[in-house]
């Protein structure tokens, strides 16, 4: 195999694409998938959309098993959101959280992670105020992590249940206020739908942007596979005339259009997501120049997907490496982010020299 | 075709270039390793486990390996590895077949949740499925053990596996781990039991491996209905009781003895259940196993009719 990406070459993708596919597989290839599966956390979702077809005993097991597991994960959110109703009056839920709480299929057997919550940047200290009082506690002590958090991050440091130990990240924004985007939030807080009772999540084209946001500039896109399932699965749900017609000025608007541009582009590409033409030429103008360009077409299906031979590993982790640094570039601007590497390297070089 | 079948060398020269292919109670697994100590206990262990059929996929694809570098040389160590990830720091190179033992275990309780889980060892006379769910030290291997040497057919050392709301336990008749002074007193107790080599030093002191009788491990694919839970726990110099439970506390106890009884929820309830209402519960207190044994056979011995 080279390390030019196709994505019939990775047996996961082809069977996500289409599950009808399943019947050709053979042994070695349902293995492949069994470890795919297992590392990008897309048990739960193979087995929801092959689970009616005719599958090897080892397959059927490892793939329920996966989706149990899920569904746990969801049950526990689930009751999350039930207890934060009863603190807070009005609150964004998003990402997985909002999934499983709007009864959206993508939820069943997903593994949930933490808990994501929105609210307005004024209400912050209020709302932290009352999370500690019902339970929640800081994961972090550390005065300097806790002040970068709270400078130029989009969102408070990361809180856990004392009881519970479910971790809840408390958002103001779906950018990092010190980031390249600047995101105005007015809009996204009042587009937001109710779900129930004190509880709302994001239009659908912002529960979009969001994804992409998330995926291309919150972090470092390795690993996230499943995200970009979400993506697929969100463009694949919200597909109707009026939504079409909204992303691409949404995101330009907001000033979310490179995101964008990748979201479509790459669900496009590795999941064979359907996007009207029209669409697609309306996003060209979000295009980045031709080497950033070039690059994130290599390193974006390395990053995403399990690398399966010598070569391929050693581009995803080139490609790893790549993203690490983009990821940090477009958080911060390049002054506030040279302090801050400068703090992290003294600290790593201080407890290295304590140890020695 | 059963591994035994397959001469040594085979076994070898499979484990080092491709892999064998188990099917281990209800799990099809592919062991690869390039130790040949690895290959010679493996291939006396689980002589009469079925090879899988061909083109049946493993859902567990198992690695022992020594590291390269230095660590092949100097203070040799084996790794263990699920596919690429590798779940565990490093073990000294002797402990191979431990290593692996225990990573299998880690496989099943970590990802098997088709099942509820308890952690059990199961024996069945007669139809009947005796349950002693324990933590580790309570006596529940050695007690086993001595069980299947007086004749109860093993369906597992460690996993009570249950698959649907009828009553039942699967098998998954692996060799039992003894540990300590167990592995003397087991050899004391039958001249046939058959042990692999002893590890000494392992995290959990000496370890040896009594090999499953081949007539449980044929016996795999059925299941047993279960008749009694016994919770044993060895207490040195204790008087020797056995106590009947009510199902409640019974029911209490045995979530507690289970891996993802929570992970399952209502799932996990109703298969926990439907064992529990068919069956009767005690606790076992025992400081000497002939005692142990004897109390056992007083609530298990086939009652004549009357």
């Given amino acids: 195999m080279s390390a030019r990406f196709t994505p019939d070459g990775v047996v996961l ?125 800081h994961v972090i002590i550390d005065e300097y992590d806790q002040r970068y958090y709270r400078r130029w991050m989009h969102e408070l440091p990361p809180l856990r249940h004392r009881e519970r130990a479910t971790d809840l990240d408390l958002h103001h924004a779906i950018a990092p206020r010190s980031s390249r985007l600047r995101v105005a939030m007015a809009p996204i807080f009042s587009a937001a739908v109710p779900i129930r009772s004190g509880v709302r ?24 596979l499943r995200d970009l399932v979400d993506l697929d699965w969100l463009l694949r749900r919200f597909d109707n005339h009026e939504f079409w017609h909204a992303l691409v000025p949404r995101a330009i608007g907001l000033g979310l259009g490179r995101p964008l541009y990748y979201g479509l582009r790459y669900a496009r590409r590795i999941l ?85 | 075709m059963k591994l035994g079948a397959l001469s040594l060398d085979q076994v070898r020269s499979q484990l080092r270039h491709a892999s064998v292919r188990l099917r281990v109670g209800p799990f099809a697994i592919a062991v690869s390793a390039d130790d040949p100590d690895f290959a010679a206990t493996l291939h006396f262990l689980y002589q009469d486990f079925p090879l899988l059929k061909d083109e049946e996929p493993a859902e567990f694809r198992i690695r022992v390996d020594y590291p390269h570098g230095l660590r092949r040389w100097w203070r040799r160590q084996v790794r263990f590895f699920l596919d690429d990830t590798e779940p565990f720091e490093p073990f000294p190179s002797n402990l191979a077949m431990p290593f692996f033992e225990w990573g299998l275990n880690w496989c099943i309780y970590e990802h098997a949740h088709e099942f509820l889980i308890v952690h059990a060892a199961v024996v069945e006379r007669n139809g009947r499925a005796l349950v002693l769910p324990a933590e580790p030290g309570s006596g529940k291997s050695t007690l086993c053990a001595a069980l299947v040497l007086e004749g109860w057919r093993l369906l597992s050392d460690e996993f009570a596996l249950i698959a649907a709301p009828d009553g039942r336990v699967l098998s ?21 039991a058959e042990l692999g080599p002893t590890f000494v030093d392992t995290r959990k002191g000496d370890v040896a491996h009594l090999r499953p009788p081949g007539g449980s491990v044929r016996s795999a694919s059925e299941s047993a ?20 439970l009510s199902k409640a506390a019974g029911f209490a106890k045995a979530s507690d003895d289970c891996f993802n009884y929570e992970l399952l929820g209502a799932t996990g309830f109703e298969f926990l259940a439907s064992v529990i209402d068919n069956c009767e519960c005690f606790d076992l207190t025992f400081s000497n196993l002939r005692a142990a044994i004897d109390l056992i056979d007083s609530i298990t011995a086939p009652r004549s009719a009357e």
């Fill in chain 2, 172 to 192: 998954i008749p692996r060799p039992i781990g003894l540990k300590e002074r167990s592995i003397g007193i087991i050899r004391a107790l039958s001249d046939t």
């Fill in chain 2, 225 to 244: 209905m279960v008749g009694w839970i016994v919770f044993p726990s060895y207490l040195a110099g204790a008087e020797n009781r056995l106590e009947p």
């Fill in chain 1, 272 to 356: 064979a997501t359907p996007i009207p033409d029209a669409v697609l030429r309306a996003s060209e103008v979000m295009r980045p120049p031709a080497p950033v360009l070039a690059f994130m077409d290599f390193a974006v299906p390395h990053a995403l997907i399990p690398a399966t031979s010598g070569i391929t590993r050693l581009a995803a982790r080139f490609s790893w490496f790549c993203l690490y640094v983009r990821s940090h570039w477009l958080r911060m601007s390049t002054l506030p982010l040279l302090g801050h590497l400068t703090r992290k390297l003294a600290r790593r070089w201080r407890s290295r020299s304590a140890e020695a």
């Fill in chain 1, 201 to 224: 999540m994001l239009s659908p084209p912002d529960l979009v942007l969001h994804s992409a946001v998330h995926l291309f500039h919150d972090g470092e896109v390795a690993g996230s």
């Fill in chain 1, 13 to 137: 993708l082809r069977l996500l694409r289409s599950p009808e596919t399943a019947r050709e597989l053979s042994c070695r290839e349902w293995e492949d998938v069994l470890w795919q599966a297992r590392v990008t956390r897309l048990g739960g979702r193979l087995w929801h959309q092959l689970r009616n077809q005719a599958l090897p005993p080892a397959v059927r097991r490892r793939l329920s098993a996966a989706f149990v597991e899920g569904e746990y994960e969801r049950r526990q959110m689930l009751w999350e959101i039930d207890r934060l109703q009863a603190i807070l009056a009005d609150f964004i839920v998003l990402k997985g959280g909002a999934y499983a709480a709007a009864g959206f299929d993508l939820a069943l057997g997903r593994p949930a992670g933490d808990l994501d919550i929105m609210v307005p940047f004024e209400w912050l200290g209020e709302t932290e105020r009352k999370l500690l009082e019902r339970g929640w506690e």
